[in-house]
């Protein structure tokens, strides 16, 4: 589920809920919106939504991934798919 961009953090919490989310995927791309990740994930976790984490985006690092708590760092769209495998348990 695709919910774009600028997304409040109730939005994303009320989404997971209503799909029931295995998995959220966060992307930054501008070093203004970076600082809104460790606020999703404290609201996905206050919520107490039992949901993986995956982060990525231009200026998001695995370093900042692991800091701020998110379960995965993917660089691109592509090595996304392996982390998200493995997130769920299916890695090949």
Do not use: F, W
Request: aromatic share 2%.
């Amino acid at each position: 589920v695709d919910l774009g961009k600028n997304v409040p953090a109730g939005t994303i919490v009320d989404a997971v809920r209503e799909h029931d989310a295995d998995v959220v995927g966060l992307s930054a791309l501008m070093t203004t919106t970076i600082t809104q990740i460790p606020l999703i994930l404290e609201a996905l976790e206050e919520a107490g939504l039992d949901c993986k984490t995956m982060i990525g985006g231009a200026v998001v690092t695995k370093r900042y991934a692991k800091h701020v708590g998110a379960d995965g760092y993917a660089k691109d769209a592509a090595s996304a798919v392996t982390v998200l495998e493995g997130l769920l348990g299916g890695g090949s």
